[in-house]
Nanobody, 123 residues
């Protein structure tokens, strides 16, 4: 069993900052990549940022480039999303995502999701 638990969401004024955290736990053999997605009311879930294990390769949505930073702590199986210069349009539920191999799975990778954390940016 694998779980992803997010924390760090909340209410912030435009221009402010928040830091999201997501920790993966359970029978994990290896994490290939982790990332953050978000879903605003009435919209589809969209990619925010992804990173390979060790932050060797990162990818950002154009809308957050220069404002958000994704990073990982491999020893803690944790991914962070530092969000600066927040805008009202960043308001959404943010979901953590991990592509990983479970112990005893025959080296097959699977995708897991966290339960989501609300981020609200007021104008």
């Amino acid at each position: 069993q694998v779980q992803l638990v997010e924390s760090g969401g909340g209410l912030v004024q435009a221009g402010g900052s928040l830091r999201l955290s997501c920790t993966a736990s359970g029978s994990i053999f290896r994490i290939n990549s982790m990332g953050w997605y978000r879903q605003a009311p009435g919209k589809q879930r969209e990619l925010v940022a992804t990173t390979t294990s060790g932050s060797t390769t990162t990818n950002y949505a154009d809308s957050v480039k220069g404002r958000f930073t994704i990073s990982t702590d491999n020893a803690k199986n944790t991914v962070y999303l530092q969000m600066d210069s927040l805008k009202p349009e960043d308001t959404a539920v943010y979901y953590c995502n991990a592509d990983l191999i479970r112990t005893g799975s025959g080296y097959r990778a699977s995708t897991y999701w966290g339960q989501g954390t609300q981020v609200t940016v007021s104008s």
